[in-house]
Antibody, heavy 120, light 107 residues
Framework: EVQLQESGPGLVKPSQSLSLTCSVT????????WGWIRKFPGNKMEWMGY???????SYNPSLKSRISITRDTSKNQFFLQLNSVTTEDTATYYC??????????????WGQGVMVTVSS | DIQMTQSPASLSASLEEIVTITCQAS??????LAWYQQKPGKSPQLLIY???SLADGVPSRFSGSRSGTQYSLKISRLQVEDIGIYYC?????????FGGGTKLELK
């Protein structure tokens, strides 16, 4: 069974970097696309970006040059780094898999989410 | 970016009632739309993709439809386990964008 698990610090200071790991079991990240999504307090959801099976990336322009998604195929993990965070980056962060075939453009498996608070 | 306007923001309904949630896209997105359900404390679960296709394991009381750039999710007979927040997601273009969510509660 495909499982995704986010991990990382729950508290980050303003202006610092937020770094999260998504550990995947039951499926290789060298297949499919893998994304990061966040849910703000108040329930708004935002697509942040993805990394593909080949390592190519795509990011939400709203995050400009602050975001980076990378991977370690030997550990079957992919990572999110968000620089220069502010309190507006406080959210629950999810990693998710894009499906295959007819589900190619949709998230079919999600991690349980990790809450990150930006505060001094 | 494509804007997805979801309504209502909240909804209170009775058991066995028919519930309808809608999303209006700011431009043509074809059938590139999904619906997700998020139960309290859980991650989102795919319900509908391609605007009308039921995801594996999803009860048949859920259905999706499209009229132009308006998309609807219908729950034919509301059950207790359907309580949660529902989101639409457009998969037509980057950046992917979500509707604002509909919080569904029991009356």
């Amino acid at each position: 069974e495909v499982q995704l698990q986010e991990s990382g610090p729950g508290l980050v200071k303003p202006s610092q970097s937020l770094s999260l790991t998504c550990s995947v079991t039951g499926y290789s990240i060298t297949s499919n696309y893998w994304g990061w999504i966040r849910k703000f307090p108040g329930n708004k959801m935002e697509w942040m970006g993805y990394i593909s099976y080949s390592g190519s990336t795509s990011y939400n322009p709203s995050l400009k040059s602050r975001i980076s998604i990378t991977r370690d195929t030997s550990k079957n993990q992919f990572f999110l780094q968000l620089n220069s965070v502010t309190t507006e980056d406080t959210a629950t962060y999810y990693c998710a898999r894009y499906g295959s075939s007819s589900l190619l453009y949709y998230f079919d498996y999600w991690g349980q989410g990790v809450m990150v608070t930006v505060s001094s | 970016d494509i804007q997805m306007t979801q309504s209502p923001a909240s909804l209170s309904a009775s058991l066995e009632e028919i519930v309808t949630i809608t999303c209006q896209a700011s431009q043509d997105i074809g059938n590139w739309l999904a619906w997700y359900q998020q139960k309290p404390g859980k991650s989102p679960q795919l319900l509908i993709y391609g605007a009308t296709s039921l995801a594996d394991g999803v009860p048949s009381r859920f259905s999706g439809s499209r009229s132009g750039t308006q998309y609807s999710l219908k729950i034919s007979r509301l059950q207790v386990e359907d309580i949660g927040i529902y989101y639409c997601l457009q998969a037509y273009s980057a950046p992917r964008t979500f509707g604002g969510g509909t919080k569904l509660e029991l009356k």
